[in-house]
């Protein structure tokens, strides 16, 4: 792990100062290799399955672990994407003078050597290096013991992009041992690793921010909300209370607890209740949702605290919005959460109230994605108030520095 870090630090150094004609002529390079070895590909793959089978992994892990050829296509799609969005790095914001007649401005640099720690999902490997590469930044990769054989696959393409682009073939770096004292030293490593961005299950990011010696970007949960005002038209309501839920429900950015205002109550859980039981949601509310929706299962408090991610859903009504505040910030996660409503100073009010890293007026808690967000991709979301907060995209892995221009200027 020492030598990957190592190989990292200084591969760091030369993508730093990487032209951005040579960054995306990398990635289109991956692009062309990814679908030259689609057969190799899927033959490693294969292996990593059929291991997966024989280790009793569940049919939804083996789902995700599967490369098809529509998820190579989205990995293609995904590096010609992200070659196409503006580059950050070397990018000089606010420059203005003071009085001294210096300027002065904030220019944008990459974080340095990225540590993706992420399970399952084989196509990471390609989200979180075409982002890091972008980016100018050098990353070391460990993904999950299931994958290993798909991850070595895809990093073989990556490095045969790196030489054709002439960039450090270190720039990208799979961690080949399934070991997991690998992920201790890699979290351990301050003189190596700048950031550490672990993405899976709530276990594995509780010990990485508990462990780790160096800076983590990172969210526990999903614990996100939609609030029903009073003043909400009745139809984007009914139609986003919806879709917060059951668009996906193994997401982070799906809603969790529905909160609705006591005078609307009686009028829009009824009709949500039918819909949410067509779907198969199972409901779990207060005692007025319970006196509303008599099949309901009365919630605890615990229920206000779980990321079910899956068909449950807590509601609760409440007598304001200043209740509705008050909840979202006790129970809430920090992640997204919604407000619909048609009094502009309430949706004000609302944004600047709640604090959350997504906070949105009118629109489903769905939209909290990067690409949802224009950012092209993400490495993640962050619910914390460092840098980067919300989906973290190229800019969320840069880091700005103060430049300064004089003429001979002195402090007197």
């Given at each position: 792990m020492h030598g990957l870090g190592r190989k990292a630090r200084e591969a760091s150094a030369g993508m730093a100062k990487a032209e951005t004609s040579d960054k995306n002529r990398a990635l289109l390079a991956i692009a062309e290799e990814l679908q030259a070895a689609r057969g190799a590909l899927r033959k490693a793959n294969a292996a990593d399955l059929e291991s997966g089978r024989e280790r009793g992994l569940d049919s939804a892990l083996l789902d995700r672990l599967e490369l098809t050829d529509a998820r190579i296509d989205t990995m293609v799609e995904n590096l010609?994407?992200?070659?196409?969005?503006?580059?950050p790095v070397g990018t000089i914001d606010d420059m203005k003078y003071v009085p001294s007649g210096i300027q002065?401005?904030?220019?944008?640099?990459?974080?340095g050597?990225?540590?993706?720690?992420?399970?399952?999902?084989?196509?990471?490997t390609i989200e979180a290096a075409s982002l890091c590469l972008k980016s100018g930044n050098a990353v070391?990769?460990?993904?999950?013991?299931?994958?290993i054989a798909s991850n070595q696959a895809i990093a073989a393409c990556v490095q045969k992009g790196l030489a054709k682009a002439g960039l450090p073939e270190a720039a990208v770096q799979v961690v080949e041992t399934t070991d997991r004292v690998a992920v201790g030293t890699l979290i351990a490593m301050p003189e190596y690793v700048d950031v550490i961005v672990p993405r899976g299950?709530?276990?594995?990011?509780?010990?990485?921010?508990?462990?780790?010696?160096?800076?983590?970007?990172?969210?526990?949960?999903?614990?996100?909300?939609?609030?029903?005002?009073?003043?909400?038209?009745?139809?984007?309501?009914v139609n986003i209370a919806i879709n917060a839920k059951t668009h996906r429900y193994g997401v982070c950015n799906a809603m969790e607890t529905l909160l609705v205002h006591q005078s609307v109550a009686?009028?829009?859980?009824?009709?949500?209740a039918t819909q949410y039981r067509e779907i198969g949601v199972e409901l779990r509310g207060c005692s007025e949702v319970c006196r509303i929706l008599p099949d309901a299962v009365a919630a605890t408090e615990e229920d206000w605290v779980t990321e079910y991610l899956g068909p449950v859903l807590s509601i609760k009504v409440v007598a304001d919005m200043d209740e509705a505040i008050a909840h979202i910030n006790r129970y809430g996660s920090h992640h997204t959460d919604a407000m619909v409503t048609?009094?502009?100073?309430?949706?004000?009010?609302?944004?600047?109230?709640v604090d959350s890293s997504s906070v949105m007026i009118n629109a489903s808690t769905r939209f909290a994605d990067g690409f949802?967000?224009?950012?092209?991709?993400?490495i993640g979301i962050s619910t914390d108030k460092i840098h980067a907060r919300g989906p973290v995209g190229l800019l969320g892995l840069t880091s700005q520095k103060y430049v300064v221009l004089g003429d001979g200027h002195i402090r007197k």
């Open positions: 010609e994407q992200v070659a196409a969005l503006p580059d002065i401005g904030q220019m944008r640099v990459p974080l050597v990225i540590g993706i720690i992420y399970e399952s999902r084989p196509n990471v070391i990769l460990r993904g999950g013991s299931e994958s299950g709530k276990g594995l990011i509780e010990r990485i921010s508990k462990d780790a010696r160096v800076p983590v970007i990172k969210h526990l949960d999903g614990i996100c909300h939609v609030y029903l005002d009073d003043r909400a038209d009745v139809s984007k309501a009686d009028q829009l859980l009824p009709e949500l048609e009094d502009y100073s309430r949706s004000r009010r609302f944004l600047r109230e949802e967000y224009g950012l092209g991709a993400e």
